[in-house]
């Protein structure tokens, strides 16, 4: 064992602070759409439910910051009572699931995107819990409008964005699941370098790119493909 000075603490856990389904006899949070909300997980396991409201043909994006977004924004050391790694699951009006976000966001942090694709309004429901149900602790939760296209990049090769050799091109894999697939002309005999960098490097939040080289006609081909060979988990080929 270790040796050296330590503190400990034995204290009443704060009242649970919102619903954790539709048949909790507690309060429903509401969320308003460019309203940051803080609220926290007070016991191992526990759910905090909130309902917001979906526009037709609107694009939003939901964040849950725990340790890495709060320690961001507010420019801090993040202490202890923060939510390590939340997660979040957005369900609808009967309560069925939609889609379910662990990470996406900065660190651990939980992002999802929505489009309402109906004419009328939509009455949803945002459920925050922790990855480990052991966790808890403080977090904060917002919803804003996002200007995100259905599809930015293609992701088969005959929807390819063409890029120019030695240009630094941003983008963006806006859900899960998205790839995007670019296309450039290469010379034959000369030797070539691939990047793709995320998060470890700082040049975006994606935490572990994967790149895939194609070939042939259509690039129906796997040449090659990387997961980890660049720095901090960033692909290189």
Do not use: C
């Not at 969320?31 to 917001?52: I, K, N, R, S, Y």
């Not at 340790?67 to 957005?90: C, F, H, K, Q």
């Not at 034959?188 to 975006?204: I, K, M, N, S, W």
């Amino acid at each position: 064992y270790d040796i050296g000075s330590y503190e400990v603490l034995v204290e009443t856990a704060p009242a649970d602070d919102y619903a954790a389904t539709l048949a909790s006899t507690l309060q429903t949070g509401t969320l308003v759409a460019g309203e940051l909300l803080t609220a926290g997980l007070q016991a191992p396991g526990d759910l905090d439910l909130f309902a917001f409201t979906a526009e037709p043909g609107v694009v939003y994006r939901f964040d849950v910051m725990g340790y890495a977004g709060i320690a961001s924004s507010n420019a801090t050391v993040p202490v202890e009572d923060i939510l390590a790694d939340p997660m979040m699951r957005i369900f609808g009006e009967r309560g069925e699931l939609i889609l379910r976000a662990d990470d996406g966001g900065l660190g651990g942090d939980a992002r999802a995107y929505y489009k309402n694709e109906t004419t009328q309004d939509e009455t949803l429901y945002l459920q925050v819990s922790s990855s480990n149900p052991n966790q808890l602790g403080t977090y904060k939760v917002e919803y804003n409008p996002h200007s995100l296209v259905d599809n930015d990049i293609g992701d088969i090769p005959a929807d390819a964005k063409n890029i120019n050799l030695g240009d630094i091109l941003k983008s963006e894999l806006l859900t899960r699941g998205d790839a995007d697939v670019f296309a450039v002309d290469l010379i034959q005999g000369e030797r070539y370098v691939f990047h793709l960098r995320g998060a470890g490097t700082g040049e975006g939040t994606l935490v572990d790119p994967y790149l895939e080289l194609l070939s042939g006609d259509n690039g129906v081909l796997t040449a090659d493909k990387d997961d980890n060979s660049g720095w901090y988990e960033n692909s290189r080929i």
